[in-house]
T-cell receptor, first 114, second 118 residues
Framework: SAVISQKPSRDICQRGTSLTIQCQVD?????MFWYRQQPGQSLTLIAT?????????ESGFVIDKFPISRPNLTFSTLTVSNMSPEDSSIYLC???????????FGSGTQLSVL | AQKITQTQPGMFVQEKEAVTLDCTYD???????LFWYKQPSSGEMIFLIY??????QNATEGRYSLNFQKARKSANLVISASQLGDSAMYFC???????????????FGSGTQLTVLP
């Protein structure tokens, strides 16, 4: 499977600031996904990062709050903008790989907003 | 719409014993994929095992096996010879057909917290 590097691994941020999370894959992939996991909850898809076009956002998520970049086939960033304590979550990037396009995840970013 | 149900919020197992984590699903798609992931306290999501809806045999990966009962729409994870390092949250997930517009995205269950006792 691909090696998926995600950083930062964790951060503590102040309300009203923004944090950009990076996801680097060691091979080219057509799709990258960003998920959010709120405390004690399951994973929810935020958006699909498409290379060369705007990201596709799921219901309840908007570009102004979670802008995404995908400059090439190995890299993507997710920004959490104007943060509030409700944004405290684990954020994970994921890519489909191999036969049956199994979904593999980065190591995650644990975000705490004070 | 797809739905994944994990009815066991927490499970305990003695070290070296086997444990079954339950997962049921609901979908109208004839073709789909089922996944299990392990999430330790560090937060990463570790892929464990995959089962395709048309696969004839139950999937196995080392100590992990998937008890797939299509008619009952269940995909239970069996962990044999439990180890202390197996203590983690386990998520069942389902994916729609590759051909669909929302392919490769996963719908997750609520998870089961497994604790292995020494």
């Amino acid at each position: 499977s691909a090696v998926i590097s995600q950083k930062p691994s964790r951060d503590i941020c102040q309300r009203g600031t923004s944090l950009t999370i990076q996801c680097q894959v060691d091979s080219q992939v057509t799709m990258m996904f960003w998920y959010r996991q709120q405390p004690g909850q399951s994973l929810t898809l935020i958006a699909t990062a498409n290379q060369g076009s705007e990201a596709t956002y799921e219901s309840g998520f908007v570009i102004d709050k979670f802008p995404i970049s995908r400059p090439n086939l190995t890299f993507s960033t997710l920004t959490v903008s104007n943060m509030s304590p409700e944004d405290s979550s684990i954020y994970l990037c994921s890519v489909p790989q191999g036969p049956n396009e199994k979904l593999f995840f980065g190591s995650g970013t644990q975000l705490s907003v004070l | 719409a797809q739905k994944i149900t994990q009815t066991q919020p927490g499970m305990f197992v003695q070290e070296k014993e086997a444990v079954t984590l339950d997962c049921t699903y609901d979908t109208s798609d004839p073709s789909y994929g089922l996944f299990w992931y392990k999430q330790p306290s560090s937060g990463e999501m570790i892929f464990l095992i995959y089962q395709g809806s048309y696969d004839q045999q139950n999937a196995t990966e080392g100590r992990y096996s998937l008890n797939f009962q299509k008619a009952r729409k269940s995909a239970n994870l069996v962990i044999s010879a439990s180890q202390l390092g197996d203590s983690a949250m386990y998520f069942c997930a389902m994916r729609r057909p590759i051909s669909s517009g929302s392919a490769r995205q996963l719908t997750f269950g609520s998870g089961t917290q497994l604790t292995v006792l020494p």
